[in-house]
C-alpha cells in the first residue's frame, strides 16, 4: 500500500511569489495536517483537515491557507514568500482526528527554498 | 499543553537496548503519548503511541509510568540504522497539533 505521498519534493521560489504543495494520505484516510520543520528544528503545525473541514489552525500568518477535497487529497497554498518560509514542509495523514489515538503517519516531505 | 523535556542527545553502543526518556509532567488525562523518528530530515517515522499501558510492537517497546509525568522508548538491540533524532509528543487534546520538542539526538556506535 502507498504510504503518504506528497509533491514536488523539491522546489524553488522566489520571494513574493506562490507555492502550491500537495498531499495525498493513506488510502482510508481522512485526516490530513500540515507541518513545517525549519532546518535543525522539530517540524511545526500548521493545519488540520478532517473530513474536508479545518479542525485545528496553528501559529501561522494567513499567508499559509489549505484545503481538502472530496478523494481526501489536500494542497497548501502558501502567499507573498518570504524567505523565511524555505523549510521542509510535511503532510502526516490518519485514519481519523487525532483526538481518538490514531496512528498518524508522515510523507517524505516538499523542500521549499525561496530565493 | 503538555511540553515534553528530552535529553539532546545519547549515545549507545550497537546491539545494546537504547533506552530514550521523556519527562511530561504535565500531560493530560487522555493525551496520547507518540514517539517518532527522523533520520536525515526524512519524513518523521512513525514508532509508537501509548495512552496509560505499556505498548509493544515490532519496532519498540514504550514503558509510561504510573503517574504518566514520564515515560521511555526502547529500543531492544539498537543498529547503526537507528542512529537518528526521536521525538516524545504529548498529543494536545484542545488545539489537535502534535508538538515536536527538539529531540533527542541517538547515536548508535559500532
Known amino acids: 500500500d502507498a504510504g503518504v505521498t506528497q509533491s514536488p519534493t523539491h522546489l524553488i521560489k522566489t520571494r513574493g511569489q506562490q507555492v502550491t504543495l500537495r498531499c495525498s494520505p493513506i488510502?482510508?484516510?481522512?485526516?490530513v495536517s500540515w507541518y513545517q520543520q525549519v532546518l535543525g528544528q522539530g517540524p511545526q503545525f500548521i493545519f488540520q483537515?478532517?473530513?474536508?473541514?479545518?479542525?485545528g489552525r496553528g501559529n501561522f500568518p494567513d499567508r499559509f491557507s489549505a484545503r481538502q477535497f472530496p478523494n481526501y487529497s489536500s494542497e497548501l497554498n502558501v502567499n507573498a514568500l518570504l524567505l523565511g518560509d524555505s523549510a521542509l514542509y510535511l503532510c502526516a495523514s490518519s485514519p481519523g482526528p487525532f483526538l481518538t489515538g490514531n496512528t498518524i503517519y508522515f510523507g517524505e516531505g516538499s523542500w521549499l527554498t525561496v530565493v | 499543553d503538555a511540553k515534553t523535556t528530552q535529553p539532546p542527545s545519547m549515545d549507545c553502543a550497537e546491539g545494546r537496548a537504547a533506552n530514550l526518556p521523556c519527562n511530561h509532567s504535565t500531560i493530560s488525562g487522555n493525551e496520547y503519548v507518540y514517539w517518532y523518528r527522523q533520520i536525515h530530515s526524512q519524513g518523521p517515522q512513525y514508532i509508537i503511541h501509548?495512552?496509560?499501558n505499556n505498548e509493544t510492537n515490532e519496532m519498540a517497546s514504550l514503558i509510561i509510568t504510573e503517574d504518566r509525568k514520564s515515560s521511555t522508548l526502547i529500543l531492544p538491540h539498537a543498529t547503526l540504522r537507528d542512529t537518528a533524532v526521536y521525538y516524545c509528543i504529548a498529543l494536545s487534546y484542545n488545539n489537535n497539533d502534535m508538538r515536536f520538542g527538539a529531540g533527542t539526538r541517538l547515536t548508535v556506535k559500532p
Open positions: 483537515y478532517y473530513e474536508k473541514e479545518e479542525r
Open positions: 488510502s482510508g484516510h481522512k485526516s
Open positions: 501509548g495512552l496509560k
